[in-house]
């Protein structure tokens, strides 16, 4: 519930900070209604901290809790300035979400937020969602935490699912934390795998710095929430043509709504090839690629098959790569169709990253090394001198 206190001015800042019209000023003290979702978007403009939110503990019943939702991502059409594209790691979910639902019989919702973004809706309900809540909003064009956090929350208290997904991308860590605490409810991070276990999600994530995976239940309150890293959940085939129910929610959020503003937008040229999240295929080396001319070596194998440069984490580390190129727990996972390891050890920080590739490649000079329990091919020699050899051949190839 949402509390007034009696030193309340009446200066009206949470009325117009207010997203459902919930708050009136009479006789120089705000009143809340029945539309307040408990959000808290009042109590962070309150300049004497008048406002106080109360929520009830959870019972015991739970059974008002439906749904498993999906939180969905957004990134910038390069192709079409101003314009939204749903991000690959959005798929994973829906699919992996669509799995849970079926488990549970629930339905599989989708949270699309926005400016113009409607049309973005077949395709999120070609990846299995039953029903897409849509909110539309000026505020929404570009992702903002106050507005997407607002949003969340109020979605959440009005409509009550069971699960709440997010992605494990800068935008999932920033906004789900902040749902999380504004609900009390638990948030599992960076999670690697999720099941159903006697009708709880049963969250599954690397622990102690990767040596053991530790799974997390939250039995007695809802919504279960968790963030999901890129490329761990195999993506189904999308059925073109599906349809999903599609739920206008109204916010009245004002454009200046947030704390922050949004002064310049700059994009990186990164080339196709060196976007190791989203390739097909990733050539990777570690500490035995010895110096920058090894990693050259990688470079000229990737160019030659169409595929990106990776690296563990010890040759980040030395220098041989820049940081966004590291494959592992404290770097990008991956899941390509092809993944060649070259000088890679093999320490379960890094094969947390790439294990869910389809092929596995594994160079190493030391036949005892742990990559090879991984890899479905391996090759016992020095990577520095296969790699040159089978770039040639590969050329050749090509060629003919």
């Known amino acids: 519930m949402l509390e007034i206190s009696a030193s309340c001015i009446g200066c009206s800042k949470c009325v117009t900070a207010c997203p459902f019209g919930a708050i009136a000023v009479e006789n120089k003290l705000a009143k809340v209604n029945e539309k307040c979702t408990l959000c808290g978007a009042c109590a962070q403009v309150c300049p004497v901290s008048a406002i106080e ?16 939702w999906i939180f969905a991502e957004l990134s910038e059409d390069r192709k079409n300035p101003g314009g939204k594209t749903v991000r690959a790691v959005t798929h994973e979910l829906l699919s992996c979400g669509r799995r849970l639902a079926d488990e549970l019989g629930e339905e599989l919702c989708a949270v699309l937020l926005g400016n113009g973004v409607e049309k973005l809706c077949g395709e999120i309900a070609s990846f299995g969602a039953d029903k897409i809540y849509l909110v539309e909003n000026e505020a929404l064009a570009d992702y903002n935490t106050d507005a997407a956090a607002t949003v969340m929350v109020a979605l959440i208290t009005k409509h009550k699912p069971s699960i709440v997904l997010y992605p494990s991308t800068y935008i999932g860590r920033d906004v789900a934390p902040r749902v999380a605490s504004e609900l009390y409810v638990g948030l599992t991070a960076d999670c690697t795998g999720l099941s159903i276990k006697e009708g709880n999600l049963l969250q599954t994530r690397p622990a102690f710095g990767g040596n053991i995976m530790a799974d997390i239940l939250s039995p007695n309150t809802r919504p279960q929430m968790a963030t999901v890293r890129p490329n761990v959940m195999k993506k189904n085939e999308p059925a073109p043509g599906a349809k999903a129910n599609i739920v206008r929610e109204t916010v009245a959020l004002k454009k200046d709504f947030s704390r922050v503003k949004l002064v310049e937008r700059k994009f990186d040229d990164i080339g196709a090839t060196e ?121 050749k190839r090509k060629t003919v």
């Open 53 to 68: 939110i109360k929520r009830k503990e959870e019972s015991s019943d739970l059974s008002a809790y439906k749904g498993v």
């Open 275 to 395: 976007n190791i999240g989203e390739a097909k295929i990733i050539i990777s080396g570690g500490r035995g690629m010895k110096n920058k001319r090894g990693f050259e070596m990688l470079d000229e194998l990737a160019q030659t098959l169409g595929g990106a440069v990776g690296a563990s984490r010890a040759a980040v580390d030395l220098g041989l790569m820049p940081k966004p190129h590291q494959v592992g727990q404290s770097g990008t996972t991956v899941s390509p169709k092809l993944y060649v390891a070259c000088g890679i050890s093999g320490a379960v920080q890094h094969v947390v990253g790439m294990s869910s590739s389809d092929v596995i490649i594994a160079i190493n000079k030391d036949p005892s090394a742990p990559i090879f329990n991984v890899c479905k091919f391996g090759l016992v020699g020095d990577a520095t001198q296969i790699l040159p050899k089978l770039t040639e051949q590969l050329r």
